[in-house]
């Protein structure tokens, strides 16, 4: 029985990278259509992470009250997902994640920071591509196909935001994606 549910645990896992895969070439292929509607960001943020609260020390500085951004929910959610889920696996002590929201000059500034292993420099430039993941050697205790990250910066280009990012081995990472506020 154990190995059923290893098994089946393992298929469903597969299945939803190779959806990941299909939607990531649509996505490239711009077949995809955003369904954006009006956020207030920082709200949409508190309803969205209760449940990784929940789970995670995740401290929130949240700055942009009541500013809006043209967005597409699903996505967002998709996006905010997978760098939570990037800062809580890639780590080895207890997780600490903090999330901010600023404005400037019709600019809302959101970052994710973490307090995990890091990204070496050489490596940095190269997080973003698809199916690229930071070589750790013999170690593999970290399931992916190099597909969330890709993922996320070709959201933020339909989007037509910016992201970025900072990190420094065994200090942290700290992803910054600029969106545009709503006139």
Do not use: C
């Amino acid at each position: 029985m154990k190995y059923v549910t290893i098994i089946a645990e393992e298929n469903n896992r597969l299945k939803n990278q190779v959806e990941r895969v299909l939607q990531l070439a649509r996505i490239e292929k711009e077949e995809i259509q955003l369904q954006k509607e009006n956020i207030i960001l920082d709200d949409f943020l508190v309803d969205f992470l209760k449940n990784w609260q929940e789970q995670f020390d995740i401290i929130l500085d949240l700055n942009a009250q009541n500013i809006a951004v043209f967005a597409d929910k699903v996505h967002l959610g998709n996006i905010i997902n997978t760098m939570l889920d990037n800062a809580t696996k890639y780590i080895n002590k207890t997780p600490k994640i903090t999330i901010k929201t600023n404005t400037k000059d019709k600019i809302i500034f959101f970052s994710i920071e973490d307090n995990g292993i890091g990204i070496a420099k050489e490596h940095q430039k190269h997080i973003f591509d698809t199916f690229y993941r930071v070589p750790t050697g013999n170690l593999h205790n970290v399931k992916g196909f190099g597909l969330g990250l890709s993922y996320v910066k070709t959201i933020v280009r339909l989007h037509h935001w910016q992201i970025s990012l900072k990190s420094k081995l065994n200090e942290g990472t700290n992803i910054l994606i600029q969106l545009r506020m709503t006139n």
